[in-house]
């Protein structure tokens, strides 16, 4: 059986749910069990940014329910190429749209910005003076928020030789104005999207956003002493990485400096954007779906990809252009600022013969939203929006990509068995739910054990436990008394999970 921390306390989880995308509940791994990371599955073109004031460069994208409508809020901005140079002739501006469901998109006459002397469009700001022309706005959940700046969001300015992000908010998502007089954030590039949003469990504003290290090579260490970047332009020549900066606030103005987070296995690739926000059905964890940027020298091998030809095009303004690649990462955190990175991408450029396998591509979208399944009957599943098709002809796209609930990752097993211990926890509650999938043949038990030892407690053992089958988001686990755990609540016990041909992606104590 293979060993993990096994803990010296009991860990409280009260009726918390607890999802299978980190190591922290585990003490052991036993059989063919390991931790596996699940893929979303791509589906329709969300939208089409193919407006004159939207784009190829069209990008930024902030997605969110709000009181049964899903908003959608992205900068519009095309380029174009000619002798060599890039120019964006037509601007940059915040776009919005909307939707009833989260599948089915429409971008409404707002009549609220002018594009080449008509307001008949979806933009809700001239994004000119915004630098990186992103925007990414958020419904305030702080329960003391003024009525008037219920949504807030960051804006990236440059004004009076002052450069750095500015708090903003506005009453309804519309009509937007400054609630600092200058940037809150100075620290890092701040280059790509900038995010902040109330923390509930903790009872704090968070914000995360893009700077770079300097790195040494050390022999066989990939980075060796950090020196931040202090604002400026972007990566300069190999020495400087792309990473992520966090700050916290009580009041979306006065913030905390900005500090690197940290990773599991140590600094990993260059991340561009984070997307990281709380998880809606359990706020304690914080997922991550950021932008790896993998950055290679020209090669034969780089010439087979798909695209040739624009990727050259692309590789005389610079190298990187062509050569560079990009793809989506998952994490999680349970403080905000330690995390754990899955090495293996979360979105892969897949199977394609265009628009997926060049720098620009495969950016997840910000915020995770539940949408309905396309088979009848079935649970409501997560959307998320990835952009393809970056610097493509006049128009980049908006792919929605599916999971399940809670599906991100999970303990996998296979017909021949395999089993997940925990550290010794606590709960509240008087029953034990389960979200997971099995096989014809497959089956999930769960079987109850004392603190510090492999016995089980009288009545929950594994022979005691009614097998799960099929395929379920909230099975709740029976034993041959019943499904009643509700004496064992705060007394200190291990959960045994024995799994055949199963995925566990989650469980939590409830009182039903």
């Given at each position: 059986?293979?060993?993990?921390?096994?803990?010296?306390?009991?860990?409280?989880?009260?009726?918390?749910?607890?999802?299978?995308?980190?190591?922290?509940?585990?003490?052991?791994?036993?059989?063919?069990?390991?931790?596996?990371?699940?893929?979303?599955?791509?589906?329709?073109?969300?939208?089409?940014?193919?407006?004159?004031?939207?784009?190829?460069?069209?990008?930024?994208?902030?997605?969110?329910?709000?009181?049964?409508?899903?908003?959608?809020?992205?900068?519009?901005?095309?380029?174009?190429?000619?002798?060599?140079?890039?120019?964006?002739?037509?601007?940059?501006?915040?776009?919005?749209?909307?939707?009833?469901?989260?599948?089915?998109?429409?971008?409404?006459?707002?009549?609220?910005?002018?594009?080449?002397?008509?307001?008949?469009?979806?933009?809700?700001?001239?994004?000119?003076?915004?630098?990186?022309?992103?925007?990414?706005?958020?419904?305030?959940?702080?329960?003391?928020?003024?009525?008037?700046?219920?949504?807030?969001?960051?804006?990236?300015?440059?004004?009076?030789?002052?450069?750095?992000?500015?708090?903003?908010?506005?009453?309804?998502?519309?009509?937007?104005?400054?609630?600092?007089?200058?940037?809150?954030?100075?620290?890092?590039?701040?280059?790509?999207?900038?995010?902040?949003?109330?923390?509930?469990?903790?009872?704090?504003?968070?914000?995360?956003?893009?700077?770079?290290?300097?790195?040494?090579?050390?022999?066989?260490?990939?980075?060796?002493?950090?020196?931040?970047g202090e604002g400026g332009g972007g990566l300069r020549g190999s020495r400087y990485g792309r990473d992520i900066f966090t700050a916290t606030s009580s009041d979306f103005v006065n913030w905390t400096d900005s500090v690197f987070v940290n990773y599991n296995a140590g600094r990993p690739s260059e991340l561009y954007t984070n997307q990281i926000r709380p998880y809606y059905r359990a706020p304690h964890l914080f997922l991550g779906f950021p932008t790896r940027y993998v950055e290679r020298a020209w090669s034969e091998s780089l010439e087979e990809l798909p695209e040739l030809a624009h990727r050259r095009m692309r590789a005389e303004i610079s190298e990187r252009y062509g050569a560079a690649l990009t793809d989506g990462m998952f994490m999680s955190s349970r403080d905000g600022y330690n995390f754990n990175l899955w090495p293996e991408s979360f979105i892969r450029p897949g199977l394609r013969p265009r628009d997926n396998w060049t720098y620009g591509d495969n950016f997840q979208n910000w915020g995770i939203v539940t949408t309905p399944s396309a088979i009848s009957g079935a649970p409501d599943e997560l959307s998320l929006y990835v952009r393809e098709g970056y610097w493509r002809d006049e128009a980049s796209s908006l792919r929605r990509y599916t999971i399940r609930v809670d599906g991100f990752a999970s303990v996998q097993a296979p017909l021949s068995g395999g089993e997940l211990v925990t550290k010794p926890v606590t709960f509240a509650g008087n029953r034990l739910r389960v979200n997971f999938s099995a096989s014809a043949a497959g089956s999930v038990k769960v079987e109850i054990l004392r603190d510090q030892m492999d016995t089980p407690v009288a009545g929950f053992g594994l022979d005691d436990c009614v097998e799960l089958l099929g395929d379920d988001l909230e099975r709740v686990v029976r034993w041959s008394g019943g499904p009643d755990v509700g004496s064992l609540q705060g007394v200190p016990v291990r959960l045994r999970f024995v799994l055949q041909d199963a995925d566990l992606y989650s469980f939590q104590f409830v009182e039903l």
């Amino acid at each position: 059986m293979a060993s993990m921390n096994e803990g010296s306390f009991p860990i409280d989880i009260g009726s918390r749910l607890e999802l299978m995308v980190d190591d922290y509940l585990a003490a052991r791994l036993g059989g063919g069990a390991r931790r596996s990371l699940n893929r979303p599955v791509p589906g329709e073109i969300a939208l089409h940014l193919d407006a004159p004031w939207e784009g190829n460069a069209s990008g930024g994208f902030t997605v969110f329910e709000d009181g049964g409508r899903y908003r959608m809020y992205y900068r519009g901005q095309n380029f174009e190429y000619s002798s060599g140079k890039l120019s964006s002739p037509r601007g940059k501006c915040i776009c919005y749209a909307e939707s009833a469901d989260g599948i089915h998109w429409e971008r409404p006459e707002l009549g609220l910005v002018a594009f080449e002397g008509s307001k008949k469009n979806n933009i809700v700001m001239d994004g000119e003076e915004i630098l990186n022309g992103m925007f990414s706005p958020f419904r305030d959940g702080n329960p003391t928020c003024a009525a008037d700046a219920r949504y807030k969001a960051f804006v990236l300015m440059e004004r009076g030789g002052a450069r750095g992000l500015w708090a903003y908010g506005s009453p309804d998502g519309f009509a937007w104005s400054a609630l600092s007089e200058g940037p809150v954030i100075t620290k890092g590039l701040l280059d790509t999207q900038n995010l902040g949003f109330w923390d509930e469990a903790r009872g704090e504003y968070r914000a995360y956003h893009r700077n770079e290290f300097r790195r040494e090579r050390t022999g066989e260490e990939p980075y060796g002493s950090l020196e931040v970047g202090e604002g400026g332009g972007g990566l300069r020549g190999s020495r400087y990485g792309r990473d992520i900066f966090t700050a916290t606030s009580s009041d979306f103005v006065n913030w905390t400096d900005s500090v690197f987070v940290n990773y599991n296995a140590g600094r990993p690739s260059e991340l561009y954007t984070n997307q990281i926000r709380p998880y809606y059905r359990a706020p304690h964890l914080f997922l991550g779906f950021p932008t790896r940027y993998v950055e290679r020298a020209w090669s034969e091998s780089l010439e087979e990809l798909p695209e040739l030809a624009h990727r050259r095009m692309r590789a005389e303004i610079s190298e990187r252009y062509g050569a560079a690649l990009t793809d989506g990462m998952f994490m999680s955190s349970r403080d905000g600022y330690n995390f754990n990175l899955w090495p293996e991408s979360f979105i892969r450029p897949g199977l394609r013969p265009r628009d997926n396998w060049t720098y620009g591509d495969n950016f997840q979208n910000w915020g995770i939203v539940t949408t309905p399944s396309a088979i009848s009957g079935a649970p409501d599943e997560l959307s998320l929006y990835v952009r393809e098709g970056y610097w493509r002809d006049e128009a980049s796209s908006l792919r929605r990509y599916t999971i399940r609930v809670d599906g991100f990752a999970s303990v996998q097993a296979p017909l021949s068995g395999g089993e997940l211990v925990t550290k010794p926890v606590t709960f509240a509650g008087n029953r034990l739910r389960v979200n997971f999938s099995a096989s014809a043949a497959g089956s999930v038990k769960v079987e109850i054990l004392r603190d510090q030892m492999d016995t089980p407690v009288a009545g929950f053992g594994l022979d005691d436990c009614v097998e799960l089958l099929g395929d379920d988001l909230e099975r709740v686990v029976r034993w041959s008394g019943g499904p009643d755990v509700g004496s064992l609540q705060g007394v200190p016990v291990r959960l045994r999970f024995v799994l055949q041909d199963a995925d566990l992606y989650s469980f939590q104590f409830v009182e039903l």
